[in-house]
């Protein structure tokens, strides 16, 4: 499965016509060298925003870092958190909610980085911070005005991300939000719930496919439907049982499944309890 955005390694430096100095201004936000950063920026030699030519600044560096000190100094000295890289378009918020660092997340949503803001892919902060699992920096975007329906290209959703990686507290929290807007939404929040990639999964068949017995329980009880089945054919059901994922076969079980597989995993799962007997 393709994702975008796993890796915690920062941007790379790719330097063509940058001077010295602003090799020197990303090095320092790179390495949350604070003293040196200040010192550059108070030269007068170097652009804030300079970029490499990939498009990265220091405040990107900075944020996706993790260095707080050099991303208050950067913003002190009028860095722009609205610019993003060439080739991903990923921003300094996103940089930031993909590590972790919800100070910096803070930070910059104060600082007038765009929360809604899509990578090339149509990822958000939001998406990434989903797929991680950093349920209190999904809170900090979703307050700030974060969507919660956006969709990537391939139709993954930020609810999606967050229940094929088994991270039930954001599960949990996206229903919550969706479920409040159920007076003035509550077709769009059941089509949240049965949102489907392009190859036809769902948040349940993720999190069916990879054993998350409890994040299946979370999205059953919210209504998702065990009945959709992926593009070839293949439904959550059937899908636990190929992997081997009893507790999460009999959750689904609870589910009342009606495509006519409910003996057959059935039968799996007494072959399952007679073999570890």
């Known amino acids: 499965m393709r994702r975008w955005c796993v890796s915690r390694s920062l941007p790379s430096m790719s330097y063509k016509k940058e001077s010295l100095s602003d090799v020197r201004l990303h090095s320092a936000a790179r390495q949350g060298n604070v003293m040196d950063l200040r010192h550059l920026l108070e030269s007068g030699k170097v652009h804030t925003d300079s970029r490499d030519k990939e498009g990265t600044t ?3 560096m900075a944020s996706a870092g993790g260095h707080l000190e050099c991303c208050r100094e950067l913003i002190k000295q009028g860095a722009d ?20 660092f919800r100070d910096i997340v803070n930070l910059l949503i104060r600082a007038g980085a765009p929360v809604n803001a899509r990578c ?4 958000t902060a939001l998406m990434v911070a989903a797929q991680q699992g950093y349920a209190e920096i999904c809170l900090e975007l979703i ?3 974060a969507n919660i329906h956006y969709q990537m290209k391939d139709g993954a959703t930020c609810l ?19 479920d409040s807007a159920k007076d003035s939404s509550a077709l769009l929040a059941e089509e949240m719930i049965n949102i489907r990639r392009l190859d ?9 496919q990879m054993g998350f017995d409890y994040v299946v329980r979370l999205l059953l009880s919210a209504g998702a439907n065990p009945n959709i089945v992926r593009n070839d054919g293949v439904s959550p059901l059937l899908k636990a049982c190929q992997k081997g994922h009893v507790d999460t076969v009999r959750e689904l079980l609870q589910s009342n499944p009606s495509l006519g597989l409910s003996q057959v995993c059935l039968l799996y799962l ?3 309890e007679f073999s570890n007997e």
Do not use: C, W
């Not at 958190?81 to 972790?100: D, E, V, Y």
């Not at 967050?162 to 507290?169: D, M, R």
């Open 120 to 123: 090339k892919d149509g990822g």
């Open 143 to 145: 307050n700030s005005g």
């Open 200 to 208: 036809g999964a769902t948040p349940l068949y993720m999190s069916a």
């Open 58 to 60: 220091p405040l990107m």
């Open 81 to 100: 958190p609205t610019l993003r890289r060439k080739q991903t378009g990923a921003g300094s918020l996103f940089l930031a909610a993909q590590g972790g």
């Open 270 to 272: 007494e072959r399952q």
């Open 160 to 178: 999606f991300l967050a229940a094929q990686n088994g991270h039930a507290k954001v599960v949990s929290l996206i229903l919550a939000i969706a």
